[in-house]
């Protein structure tokens, strides 16, 4: 509780119920520190059929409709990342940046409470899915890694075993694929084909013809093809080819920071100003090793760290 007298944010995802039980809710703590914004990070907010839920990012990721939407007709698949855990977590952070403006714009400095529901907040990145079922209408049908309502937008092998992604957002694109990177000009007035609609219905037909000019070419030689007709693509990379990227290492975007264990990579956090490439003004100061600031954290609170 020593810490609250200097704290400008109180940031916490106990279990249900937890935090009032300790006396850190808002409510709680407002009158001795009524500067105090107390952010609260939970499954389902601290009311409704569903506060006592425990959650985690995968059973919110099926809530929320998440899995309704990817993976394939067959089985639905998790997003590879933990996204309803970052989603809780960037709409906590920039809820905590409006509340200091806030306080910062209040003559008395208020503070406030965030309530920050995980549920609510993937909910809210599935806007798009979910307005198709408006009315009961019905939803965009599981397409793995291609698009649900645009084709050709996804992946398509190669002849070297790996895919390239590419889109093709309008006709007069369309017309520039046929002819520029498939060399076949006649398939844009094929009558399967001839508008997004019907290249959709007719998806498997046109991905076979697709892949059969491809299995000749490499994966380079087919993004040149599409760079070089202005259609949009990427690699399919693995977490290696990542690591390799040349655009990040291009814009300098790589850094080396100290760990206890060692000098280890890292990557420079996005949006800071750049300056020559390598530069940035991002601080990446070096790890801490387990209780390295402890005495020194300890000093701000008055506590002499052989204080039991």
């Known amino acids: 509780m020593r810490l609250l007298g200097k704290a400008d944010v109180l940031v916490q995802n106990l279990a249900p119920g937890a935090s009032a039980r300790l006396g850190l809710s808002h409510v709680d703590l407002k009158t001795k520190h009524p500067s105090l914004i107390v952010c609260n990070i939970s499954g389902y907010g601290p009311d409704g059929p569903y506060r006592d839920k425990k959650a985690y990012d995968l059973l919110i990721q099926s809530e929320a409709g998440m899995l309704s939407v990817t993976g394939t007709g067959k089985e639905p698949a998790k ?5 309803a855990d970052i989603c809780a977590g960037t709409y906590a952070y920039s809820n905590i940046l409006a509340a200091l403006i806030q306080r910062g714009n209040d003559p008395e ?5 965030i ?8 909910i809210e990145w599935m806007g798009f899915p979910m307005y198709y079922t408006y009315h009961n209408a019905p939803g965009p049908t599981p397409a793995g890694a291609s698009h649900a309502a645009i084709y050709p937008y996804g992946p398509f092998e190669t002849g ?4 390239v992604m590419l889109g093709i957002q309008n006709e007069r694109e369309w017309v520039k694929f046929c002819e520029k990177v498939l060399s076949l000009p006649d398939l844009a007035t ?3 084909f001839v508008n997004n609609s019907l290249r959709s219905k007719n998806r498997d037909a046109l991905k076979e013809i697709i ?44 850094t080396e920071v100290s760990t206890p264990a060692g000098p280890i990579p890292a990557l420079l956090p996005p949006g800071l100003t750049l300056g020559e490439p390598g530069q940035s003004s991002a601080k990446m ?24």
């Open 160 to 163: 070297d075993g790996t895919s």
């Open 109 to 113: 400095k208020r503070g406030c409470n």
């Open 190 to 192: 094929d009558q399967r």
């Open 211 to 254: 892949c059969e000019v491809f299995s000749s070419l490499t994966s380079g030689q087919v993004i040149a093809l599409l760079d070089e007709a202005a259609i949009a693509n990427a690699s399919v990379n693995d977490m290696q080819g990542v690591w390799e990227h040349p655009q990040l290492k291009a814009r300098g975007r790589w």
């Open 285 to 308: 100061g070096a790890v801490p090793d387990v209780g390295e600031h402890n005495t020194a954290i300890l000093a701000e609170l008055g506590i002499d760290d052989r204080e039991e």
């Open 115 to 122: 309530d920050i529901s995980m549920l609510e907040s993937m």
């Open 79 to 83: 997003v590879g990342v933990s996204i």
